[in-house]
């Protein structure tokens, strides 16, 4: 039943119960208290006046017969009863005041009794105090006692002072309640309406917040980082889907074309391999394609392992260098590698070779036939670096700025034979900021381009 309430209700509906129970609580240990309170009082009322009695009683131990109780007058404390006894085979009332006959004395307990010593009982209505002392070699005991009509009435009082109250404070308490339940969910309630306004469409939209640092304003933040995250998520798809459409249209539109133009007529054996050979060809930049999208949408943790590794940028730089040394040699480009010193960061091997090699392979496939591709591998005070030269046509200015967006290809670069899909600008970049560091550009017209990695020396964690 509980289940179908709303939270403040529920709220209220405890706040209700622990009210109850809390002055249930209160009114019970209120009471207790003041009765046990009101029972020490009497006792102490009753040993002060049980002493001077028999301090009397022994002064004037030779008129015992004659001593007038008067003491409930002299301490104006009413009921009092008080009797003299003798204990000898049973006990026998010397004299005593209008005693009631509901309050009982065995002769085995009396004489059980430690001389001088003040004994308390409890019997039905009365409270009864005694104390047994000695004249002439002869055990007596006065017993002084009184009802509770006193403490009954202060008791009954207390119950009806409560009774009114304690209704009182639990309506106010409840009504309290009630505000503060509905003012703290005031906050939320804004935002829940402002989250409704919030689709998948425009992600754009963020919840307001007031930087007070509560709990609120926390909650605020934290969803509009769930939003912000939500928002690239999105944007990624929605570029993913774009840039696949984009780049997949041309390729299946020309093998669409071979393959219709391949089956208006018979043909000869040689013309169907060299159609079957086209589409393969465009088959293949599907394929990278998809592959390389793919790793562009990927999040950094699913592309870099949760463990560091170790590893030498010298190594990296070597093997980057003697794989693409039989693509230098096809386009005739002298590939050379210069490395002065070994440096250490952690990171992934296999990811930053696939960086290199990228840079490589455009240093060599837009460098002029017989000319240099130099890879160094060096450090100043405060970087690691890796610096990828060529002595080829150069990137402008205007271009520069653009080299690492996806599928952005420089006018030079537009053509078959190049066999990029213009993501391996983009590739690179996403690699290095995985491993925090930095690729800087420098290009010239005609004269050539220098491509730097930069890695900080203190870098050593992700």
Request: proline share 1%.
């Amino acid at each position: 039943m509980m289940n179908n309430i709303s939270i403040k209700k529920k709220l209220l509906i405890y706040n209700i119960f622990i009210q109850i129970v809390i002055l249930f609580l209160f009114s019970i240990s209120l009471y207790k208290t003041l009765e046990i309170s009101s029972k020490d009082k009497v006792e102490a009322t009753l040993k002060v006046i049980l002493l001077d009695v028999v301090d009397d009683v022994i002064e004037h131990k030779n008129e015992l017969t004659n001593r007038v109780f008067d003491e409930e007058k002299e301490y104006k404390f009413e009921p009092l009863y008080i009797r003299l006894l003798e204990l000898q085979n049973d006990f026998l009332v010397i004299k005593s005041t209008t005693f009631p006959n509901e309050i009982k004395s065995k002769i085995a307990k009396l004489k059980l009794l430690k001389s001088n010593n003040i004994v308390f009982e409890y019997q039905k209505d009365y409270i009864i105090s005694r104390i047994k002392f000695d004249i002439n070699n002869k055990d007596y005991v006065i017993e002084v006692a009184t009802d509770f009509t006193t403490i009954n009435s202060t008791l009954e009082n207390l119950i009806y002072i409560l009774l009114f109250i304690v209704p009182i404070i639990l309506i106010f308490s409840i009504i309290g309640g009630y505000f503060l339940i509905y003012k703290s969910f005031s906050p939320i309630e804004k935002l829940l309406a402002n989250l409704k306004s919030i689709n998948a469409s425009d992600l754009s939209k963020r919840l307001p917040f007031k930087n007070k640092n509560d709990e609120i304003d926390l909650l605020a933040k934290e969803i509009n980082n769930l939003l912000y995250r939500l928002e690239i998520s999105f944007n990624k798809i929605s570029q993913f889907s774009s840039d696949a459409s984009h780049e997949l249209k041309t390729p299946l539109t020309i093998i669409r074309g071979e393959i219709e133009i391949a089956l208006r007529k018979d043909r000869e054996v040689c013309e169907y391999k060299k159609s079957l050979e086209n589409c393969l060809d465009e088959v293949i930049v599907i394929q990278q394609t998809i592959d390389d999208l793919l790793f562009l949408a990927r999040k950094e943790h699913e592309v870099i392992e949760q463990r560091k590794d170790e590893l030498y940028l010298d190594e990296v730089s070597l093997e980057a260098f003697k794989e693409m040394q039989s693509f230098a040699k096809l386009k005739n480009i002298k590939l050379l590698c210069q490395i002065d010193e070994a440096m250490q960061i952690k990171g992934h091997h296999k990811l930053l070779k696939i960086a290199i090699k990228n840079i490589l392979k455009n240093a060599i496939s837009f460098s002029y036939e017989n000319s240099e591709v130099i890879i160094r591998n060096y450090s100043d005070e405060y970087n690691y670096i890796i610096c990828i030269e060529d002595k080829g046509i150069g990137i402008c200015k205007e271009e520069q700025e653009k080299i690492f967006e996806k599928f952005y290809r420089t006018d030079k670069s537009r053509n078959k034979e190049s066999g990029g899909t213009g993501l391996g600008m983009a590739i690179v970049e996403k690699i290095v900021k995985l491993h925090q560091g930095k690729i800087k550009l420098e290009s010239q017209e005609n004269i050539g381009t220098k491509v730097y990695f930069v890695f900080k020396k203190e870098n050593n964690e992700y």
